[in-house]
Structures are given as structure tokens and as C-alpha cells.
């Protein structure tokens, strides 16, 4: 697999992220998704990864969302359904870690969902050591999503 950034220029990238768009659209109600579509990955402060396979099809995604000196986001998580539980979010997360270590983040937060459908992501974040807090940055308190953090 290669993890590379990604323009977000190919229609095989902008089809990847419509259907994550459009899953966390049916599963969370419109007040409570905070997923990026492709122009909010576009936006400055941004910087996005696509992880793809020996035949170059994009088997998942992440991005990094500067927040503050120090503060960074993880955003935009999707594993390719074929692929779910074969080590890419792994891959992707550790490589989100070490580029934001990269970049001179200290600290790394995201939200995720509270709903069972959410339950691997949060496991797979427990894993790489990121706790429980308090929303940051522009989130509200919300009884279906789940805010974490780790220090870097």
C-alpha cells in the first residue's frame, strides 16, 4: 500500500468521498455530521492522504486540519468497505500521527460518532491513545458524537 497526498483533483478520489459523505448522512442526522465534503478538504489548513493498493485504487483516506499553534484535526477517516478490518486505518492513522509530529503539532482531537456503526473507529482511536475530552474548536456538546484527544 502507499499513502501519498492527495490534490483531490481525480473523479476516483471525489467519488470516494461522496460515498463517505453520503453514509455519514444516512446514519447521522444533518445537525450532527461533521464529515468534510471535497470543497472543505480543499480549504486552507487542510492537508489530505489517500491510501491506495498495489493497483493504485484508493483503499482509504485522512486528513490533518490545522486548528491551532500546536492543535491539529483528524478528519475524514474512511476505510473502502472491502477493506474495512485488513490493517489500512492503521496504516493511515499511525502515518496521521507521524505527520502531524511532522508538522510540529503537539496535540492531535477529532469527533467521531457515538452510534454503534462507530464503535471500530473508536476502538481503532483507543488503540492509538487517543482519551476522551471535551469538544474543541467550533463543536458543541452533542449526545451523538464522541470527542477525542491525544498529546503528541
Known amino acids: 500500500m502507499r499513502i501519498a497526498v492527495d490534490d483531490l483533483s481525480g473523479s476516483e478520489v471525489a467519488a470516494f468521498l461522496a ?3 453520503a453514509e ?3 446514519i447521522t442526522p444533518p445537525e450532527s455530521k461533521h464529515a468534510l465534503d471535497l470543497e472543505g478538504l480543499r480549504r486552507p489548513g487542510v ?3 489517500t491510501v491506495t493498493d498495489d493497483n493504485g485504487s484508493i483503499v482509504g483516506c485522512g486528513a490533518l486540519k490545522a486548528l491551532a499553534a500546536g492543535h491539529a484535526e483528524v478528519k475524514s477517516m474512511r476505510t473502502a468497505s472491502a ?3 485488513s490493517g489500512v486505518a492503521s496504516l493511515l492513522l499511525g502515518h496521521l500521527i507521524g505527520e502531524a509530529r511532522r508538522m510540529g503539532y503537539t496535540r ?3 469527533e467521531t460518532g457515538a452510534a454503534e456503526f462507530f464503535a471500530p473507529a473508536r476502538a481503532l482511536y483507543a488503540k492509538f491513545g487517543f482519551e476522551p475530552c471535551a469538544p474543541f474548536a467550533d463543536y458543541e456538546p ?3 458524537s464522541v ?3 491525544r498529546a503528541l
Open 147 to 149: 470527542f477525542l484527544t
Open 108 to 110: 492531535l482531537s477529532l
Open 142 to 144: 452533542d449526545p451523538l
Open 83 to 85: 477493506r474495512k478490518r
Open 47 to 49: 492537508t489530505f492522504w
Open 19 to 21: 460515498e463517505h459523505v
Open 24 to 26: 455519514m448522512r444516512s
